[in-house]
């Protein structure tokens, strides 16, 4: 949280030292006008780089302010998100007392940097996720809007909603494996799994390859969801405030408190394919045996209930999720205009 908030306070010093341009961020389905700047020098020839480099640049910038969009976010959260996994596969009762014990007994008993342990796996997995993700949303946000005739405009509700599940989908089905891995080594003792490495080499031999797409399918259905509403719900927000305000675009706090609100919504209605998908994920090391996403539900249920079966965690997610989606969002929006603004500041020519 250190990192993101000195990373907040580097963007707005540039900001108001900048010259102003119209950058415009992620999110309202309009690809971005170049940024002009004046010169005190007699222009040379203007250089125009081809159409292809351009877009070679753009998908670059999108890679990389994703990659550290998910990596700040889910190291903020880190400790709350194991804490969450461990409720989620076992059939204790979840409360906010319960959560403050399992910490507090973490850290007593394996110090404080086990709160994250998994976390080096979340990295490889969610930096690669993240990446994909905003990348294929952007790219996903222009084929929609050449498709339904807005080019150069904002999307519409359904085409924003489906922009977001195609690309929640799209990246998690490229690093799938990896968050296998991830639930295994947070749920486990440190002394069971050494690395990332040994965590696939035992999976591939006592459980066969096929176990590292376990929960794959309840994964796939809750993305859709998940990923659909956050960025559609993010966009709007942004669409709405520009609209109201006159502002084209909202301040770091107000991008925070957009996508927590899109993590609230978009979390909340996917939550239960997240429990079913991590109990298949770890069954092998906890000792239970699910072979589909409603025979899992139904075991669920059947010995947990409904809500505190199927909903066990979520009070806590609606603390963690918002706080990361919002993170995720915001230095996604912040590093693609730090970016250009490097990239086209004084003394280049576009």
Request: positive net charge; aromatic residues 10%; glycine residues 10%.
């Amino acid at each position: 949280m250190t990192f993101f908030l000195c990373f907040l306070g580097c963007i707005q010093e540039l900001e108001l030292c900048w010259p102003r341009g119209s950058v415009t961020g992620m999110g309202n389905g309009v690809r971005e006008a170049p940024v002009e700047f004046q010169r005190d020098v007699e222009p040379g020839p203007a250089w125009i780089p081809a159409e292809d480099n351009q877009e070679k640049k753009k998908v670059l910038n999108s890679l990389m302010s994703g990659a550290l969009a998910g990596a700040v976010a889910k190291t903020a959260v880190a400790p709350l998100d194991r804490t969450k996994i461990m409720f989620q596969v076992s059939s204790k009762r979840f409360s906010a007392k319960e959560a403050y014990r399992l910490i507090y007994h973490t850290y007593l008993n394996e110090g404080f940097w086990s709160l994250w342990r998994g976390n080096s796996a979340t990295m490889v997995r969610v930096i690669p996720y993240a990446a994909i993700q905003f990348c294929a949303h952007e790219e996903y946000k222009q084929i929609l809007g050449n498709y339904y005739g807005f080019q150069g405009k904002a999307l519409t509700p359904f085409p924003r909603f489906i922009a977001g599940s195609l690309a929640g989908t799209t990246a998690a089905m490229l690093t799938y494996p990896l968050d296998m891995v991830r639930a295994r080594m947070a749920v486990t003792p440190k002394e069971m799994y050494s690395s990332i490495v040994h965590v696939f080499i035992r999976i591939s031999r006592e459980e066969g390859l096929k176990t590292l797409y376990r929960g794959f399918t309840p994964t796939i259905l809750g993305v859709i969801p998940y990923a659909g509403l956050s960025f559609f719900t993010y966009e709007t927000l942004k669409k709405v405030h520009a609209e109201h305000s006159g502002k084209a675009q909202p301040s770091p706090p107000e991008r925070l408190l957009f996508g927590a609100c899109a993590g609230l919504i978009g979390q909340s209605a996917s939550y239960p394919l997240d429990v079913v998908r991590r109990r298949m994920q770890t069954a092998g090391v906890l000792g239970h045996t699910y072979s589909s996403i409603l025979r899992t539900m139904q075991d669920i249920v059947r010995e947990e209930g409904l809500v505190r079966g199927l909903y066990k965690g979520l009070s806590m997610n609606w603390v963690k999720g918002p706080i990361a989606v919002g993170i995720s969002f915001t230095t996604f929006d912040l590093t693609q205009i730090l970016l250009r603004k490097l990239q086209h500041g004084p003394g280049l020519d576009r």
